[in-house]
């Protein structure tokens, strides 16, 4: 399986401090991205980074990518009540065309 | 449509019964994605369509599993004989093209319970 992996599985802050995710991912990709989902049903699409990139911001959002270490970081800023839920980051692999999803990382901010 | 519309949104089907699940992708989009969600998991994939083909069929768990996408457009996704671990919820995503660069828009699913 080329599922990556998300950590931790679970995360619990307080309203108004950060949240970091880590994604790992197992061979060369196109691109990795970010997604939310809330409550079980659709996830939303947040950012998406290119393999040449190395970090990219959108508004409290910021996402990193080490190419070498076959990772990528999602840093949410000054967290919220409602940033409460799980977060997925997707691969598109080298000559695959479908993203592959990593196992997710649940948040909760506490408020 | 402005957003991924999937129907039913929750199913509930005794065993060895047959669900078709369907989804409208947004207008104009060519790639179309279904995926499944079993209860605190991540998302499995299952097949992709391009405009009305399916390139890749390799993550239909059985031959109880068929999809079909029409006119580039509304897609079905059918399970035969249905048996309690197809329980899950089913998503469905559209993207412009299946070329890189695209993130996907996901309909809100169809919860799927069978008893």
């Known amino acids: 399986s080329q599922q990556g992996e998300e950590d931790p599985q679970a995360l619990s802050i307080q309203e108004g401090e950060n949240a970091t995710m880590n994604c790992s991912y197992k061979t060369s990709i196109n691109n990795l991205q970010w997604y939310r989902q809330n409550s079980g049903r659709g996830l939303v699409h947040l950012i998406l980074?290119?393999?040449?990139?190395r970090e990219k911001h959108s508004g409290r959002l910021r996402v990193t990518l080490d190419t070498s270490k076959k990772s990528s970081s999602l840093l949410i800023t000054a967290s919220r009540a409602a940033d409460t839920a799980s977060y997925f980051c997707?691969?598109?692999?080298?000559?695959?065309?479908?993203?592959?999803f990593g196992t997710g990382t649940r948040l909760t901010i506490i408020p | 449509g402005a957003g991924v519309s999937q129907s039913p949104s929750n199913k509930v089907t005794e065993k060895g019964k047959d669900v078709e699940l369907r989804c409208d992708p947004i207008s104009g989009h060519t790639a179309l994605y279904w995926y499944r969600q079993r209860l605190g998991q991540g998302l499995e994939f299952l097949i992709y369509?391009?405009?009305?083909?399916?390139?890749?069929k390799s993550g239909l768990p059985s031959d109880r599993f068929s999809a079909e996408r029409t006119g580039e457009s509304v897609s079905t996704l059918t399970i035969q004989r249905t048996q309690q671990e197809d329980s899950a919820v089913y998503l469905c995503a559209s993207s412009y093209t299946t070329r890189s660069g695209y993130g996907y828009t996901f309909g809100s699913g169809t919860r799927l319970t069978v008893v």
């Open positions: 980074i290119r393999s040449n990139e």
């Open positions: 369509f391009q405009g009305n083909s399916a390139p890749d």
């Open positions: 997707a691969s598109r692999y080298f000559g695959n065309e479908k993203l592959t």
